[in-house]
């Protein structure tokens, strides 16, 4: 990885050059941060929202339909087709709710699980390396950098009491 301490810190950072870099620099982190886990996910004819989907599902056992798709932010048709086939093949688990037997929650069955430690043990990796070289201060600044460019009620997943990353349940 390369020396990502010794760059001057920009008092200009509003610049258009500087914004323009920003951009780039996620567009290229994503590509990278996806790229193993594009080629496992290939091996099963899924698609990142598959990931997406199972990645949640697993950070979020018992998950709603409708939470999945208030996080995802994707049409009920999308993600109808993605977790009917996570289910078919085994990944996914559905179950009724006992208090709302409408609603559906969704667990990874332990194929859904082994799969999803192996999509995410490199990206886990990846990141765990930046934050190491960068240091805690930057990755401070990281986390208020992404949290900035969420929506308010996303922001508030990661700003409470609970874990980080874990969706507050709704009352």
Known sequence: MADISTRKVNPLFLREEELRQG???LFYAYRDFTAVADQILEQYNFGRAHHRV???VSRNP???VSELLSILKITKQS???VLGQLVREGFIDQKTGVQDRRQRLLTLTEKGEALERELTENQRSLIAAAYREAGAEAVEGFRKVMLGM???PDRAR???DSP???RRRAS
């Open 23 to 25: 951009i780039e620099l």
């Open 54 to 56: 199972i990645y949640f």
């Open 62 to 64: 018992g998950i709603t």
């Open 79 to 81: 993600l109808s087709r």
């Open 150 to 152: 969420l929506e308010e």
């Open 158 to 160: 990661f700003t409470d």
């Open 164 to 166: 980080p990353g874990m």
